[in-house]
């Protein structure tokens, strides 16, 4: 049964749904003061249900960032760059976000990398070289890739 949207929770009602939402999925603590405030819950009522769910292991911030990082370079292929940016955008600590870029190995960032950038390469069907490097550096740039390895790599790439 849902409740309508101008009512209000009680603080048992909204950490019983926060709980729900965060057990579905890690949620940064951005993401549930968002749903809180959505639930029309006042700041103390916020703060307090925020401390029981980091209490009972249902917040974590250190445990988002690394799942967050594992996630979004094994499945969408991002850069480092790209990720702290999307994390320092949740307003993640920066202690959390190096820890998060802990957890992607040097071995799996550049096997994907050179396996994103031999696809990439080959997708472009532009003749003009130089205006293929640039939709190939802009590609790689935008995945979040540092600009140093897409530029060594383009080199690479156009002596073959």
């Known amino acids: 049964m849902k409740k309508p949207t101008n009512s209000t929770y009680t603080i048992k009602e909204a950490l019983q749904k926060l709980e729900h939402f965060c057990a579905y999925q890690e949620r940064c603590h951005d993401e549930v003061v968002s749903k809180l405030y959505d639930l029309k819950m006042t700041r ?6 925020v401390v029981q769910l980091i209490e009972g292991n249902f917040l974590n911030e250190t445990r988002f960032a690394c799942s967050f990082a594992r996630g979004k370079h094994r499945i969408k292929h991002w850069g480092k760059i790209r990720i702290t940016n999307e994390l ?7 202690t959390n976000i190096t820890l998060a870029l802990k957890e992607i190995s040097s071995e799996e960032y550049f096997e994907t990398f050179e396996n994103l950038a031999e696809r990439g390469w080959n997708s472009i069907s532009e003749t003009n070289q130089l205006k293929k490097r640039k939709k190939f550096c802009d590609y790689m740039l935008r995945r979040g890739y540092e600009s140093n390895l897409v530029y060594e790599k383009v080199k690479e790439l156009e002596e073959n």
């Open 44 to 49: 103390d009522e916020i703060d307090s249900i």
């Open 88 to 94: 320092k955008a949740r307003n993640i600590s920066s």
